[in-house]
Nanobody, 123 residues
Framework: QVQLVESGGGLVQAGGSLRLSCAAS????????MGWFRQAPGKEREFVAAIRWTGGNTYADSVKGRFTIARDNVKNTVNLQMNSLKPEDTAVYYC?????????????????WGQGTQVTVSS
């Protein structure tokens, strides 16, 4: 099973930007779809974005046009560039990996998870 470690969270003002990174180890990176989820206090974990080995990606409607997911298949990393951040983007952000050929928005379908990194957007 692949191990995932996130970095890059923090505190930012509304309208600002943050870049999250996730380093994967212990698995064959090319066999995994990589994704980002987030969980705000009192809410369920929700899908943010995912990317296939080939670069094909999917975004939640709430982040389209603001967030960009990218993966480096040499360095075994996946990044999430977050621009035009809003207070409602505040959450713990989790990196995830899944060996299914289909991108699932249901977090229960994903195989591996990082420990999470806090993103706080102040108004």
């Amino acid at each position: 099973q692949v191990q995932l470690v996130e970095s890059g969270g923090g505190l930012v003002q509304a309208g600002g930007s943050l870049r999250l990174s996730c380093a994967a180890s212990g698995g064959t990176f090319s066999t995994y779809i990589m994704g980002w989820f987030r969980q705000a206090p009192g809410k369920e974990r929700e899908f943010v974005a995912a990317i296939r080995w080939t670069g094909g990606n999917t975004y939640a409607d709430s982040v389209k046009g603001r967030f960009t997911i990218a993966r480096d298949n040499v360095k075994n990393t996946v990044n999430l560039q977050m621009n035009s951040l809003k207070p409602e983007d505040t959450a713990v952000y989790y990196c995830a990996a899944d060996r299914s050929p289909v991108i699932f928005m249901d977090s229960r379908r994903w195989d591996s998870w990082g420990q999470g990194t806090q993103v706080t957007v102040s108004s």
